[in-house]
């Protein structure tokens, strides 16, 4: 089965679940709990080892990913949307909290993420429209990075045109 195949079914999880997961500093899969396991379809011997992008949908931009782990390496956590791919092809969105881990000299050593169901309302009337956007600004480049630097750019441009950083725009979004 091909890693990008899509069955275009969307599954969820319950409200009072949370998907847990830890990675290294590479984004490579150290825990997952069991909602995650039964969530994406991996047994935990498939995931453990694993890039964290193993769950990855191929139509989130990666413009946001670049936005998280630019975040996350500046040793601040980041509330994001994020629409995940299972094991067989069915996607699954969730709002995700992801913090750094630190050692005891204020290294990071790692990543640790929470995610919880998102509200539907939100996907649907911004966060989609959003990434859609920003998925047809990165596919219009020819090179990779380019296409991922200029959806940057654009995500950079809806910000100001809100007035706002993106931590309060997701904030806002959730208080809406």
Known sequence: ???????????????????????NLKGHITYCNDVFLRVSGY??????????????????????????????AGGSEIFAYVNNRTKKGDSYWVLAHVTPSWDARRNIIGYHSNRRVPDRSLIEQTIAPLYAKLLAEEKSHANRKTGMQAAYQTLVEVLKDAGMEYDEFIATLRAA
């Not at 946001?64 to 782990?69: A, D, R, Y």
């Open 1 to 23: 089965m091909s890693e990008n195949f899509l069955t275009g079914n969307e599954v969820s999880f319950g409200n009072d679940e949370i998907i847990v997961s830890k990675t």
């Open 43 to 72: 047994t935990e011997k498939e995931l453990l080892g694993q890039p964290h992008s193993i769950i990855r949908h191929p139509d989130m931009p990666r413009s946001v990913f670049k936005l998280l782990w630019d975040t996350l």
